[in-house]
C-alpha cells in the first residue's frame, strides 16, 4: 500500500517549452502534496505544498509564476514548468501525506521525475 | 531552521559488513524519516519513528529525541544495498522535511 507515482520519469525538452509533471497516490487519498527538487549531489529541497482544492504554498525563493502547482482532486498533483530554461534542468520528487492523518508525519515518496532542458 | 547532520558522508563496506549512520539535529522533532535513494533517484521511505526502534529485515532504526540522534543500522550487507540513505528529520508542529545531504554506502562483494 501507500504508493506514489509520477509521469513521467523522465523528460527532455528544448528551452522554452512548458512541462507537466504529475503525481498520484495510488492507493490512498492525499490531503497534502509536496514537491521537491533536487539539483546533481544536493539535499532535496521543498519547492511547495500543494493542499487539495486550495492554492499552493510555495517556499521563499521558488517562482509560483513559473511552477504551477494544482492539486485538482485528493490523487493527483500536477506541477507544471513554464517556459522552463536549463538551469530548471533537476530532479523533481513529490510525496503525499494520506488524508485524515492528524499530523503529517506519514510522507509516500514518488519515484521522481528527471527534467532535462536543452 | 533544523541543522541535520549526517555521518560519514561516503561509506564503503564488504559484503556481510554491519553498517551504521548517524544523523543528527538541532531543533526539537515530532518524527524522523530514513530515505533510501537509488542511483537512478528514485526514493523509498525506510522508516518513520519518533522514539525507540524500528525493524525491518536487516535493517534498524534508532532515535533519541532528547539527545537529538538518530542511526540507522544494516546487518549483513549486501551489494545491493548500495544507494544513498537520508536522514530527514519533520518539525514539531510542521509538515516540512528537512533534508540531510546523505549518506553514500557502497557495498563490495
Same mark, same amino acid.
Given at each position: 500500500g501507500a504508493v506514489v507515482s509520477q509521469h513521467p520519469s523522465w523528460v527532455i525538452c528544448k528551452s522554452g517549452t512548458s512541462v507537466k509533471i504529475e503525481c498520484r497516490s495510488l492507493d490512498f487519498q492525499a490531503t497534502t502534496m509536496f514537491w521537491y527538487r533536487q539539483f546533481p549531489k544536493q539535499s532535496l529541497m521543498l519547492m511547495a505544498t500543494s493542499n487539495e482544492g486550495s492554492k499552493a504554498t510555495y517556499e521563499q525563493g521558488v517562482e509560483k509564476d513559473k511552477f504551477l502547482i494544482?492539486? =485538482?482532486?485528493?490523487?493527483? @498533483?500536477?506541477?507544471?514548468?513554464?517556459? =522552463?530554461?536549463?538551469?530548471? @534542468?533537476?530532479f523533481y520528487i513529490c510525496s503525499a501525506s494520506p488524508l485524515g492523518r492528524v499530523t503529517y508525519n506519514e510522507q509516500f515518496f514518488g519515484p521522481g521525475t528527471r527534467l532535462t532542458v536543452l | 531552521k533544523n541543522e541535520v547532520e549526517q555521518s560519514p558522508q561516503n561509506l564503503t563496506a564488504q559484503e556481510g559488513e554491519f553498517i551504521t549512520i548517524n544523523c543528527s539535529y538541532s531543533v526539537g522533532i515530532s518524527a524522523l524519516?530514513?530515505?533510501?535513494?537509488?542511483?537512478?533517484?528514485?526514493?523509498?521511505?525506510?522508516?518513520?519513528l519518533s522514539s525507540g526502534k524500528k525493524k525491518h529485515g536487516r535493517l534498524i532504526a534508532t532515535i533519541n529525541i532528547q539527545e537529538k540522534h538518530s542511526s540507522l543500522h544494516i546487518t549483513a550487507s549486501h551489494p545491493?544495498?548500495?544507494?544513498?540513505?537520508?536522514?530527514?528529520p519533520l518539525g514539531a508542529g510542521s509538515y516540512q522535511l528537512t533534508f540531510g545531504k546523505g549518506t553514500k554506502l557502497s557495498v563490495i562483494p
Open positions: 494544482n492539486h =485538482a482532486s485528493l490523487t493527483l @498533483s500536477t506541477l507544471t514548468v513554464t517556459s =522552463a530554461h536549463p538551469e530548471d @534542468s533537476s | 524519516h530514513w530515505l533510501q535513494q537509488h542511483p537512478g533517484g528514485g526514493i523509498v521511505s525506510l522508516f518513520m545491493r544495498d548500495s544507494a544513498v540513505y537520508i536522514c530527514a
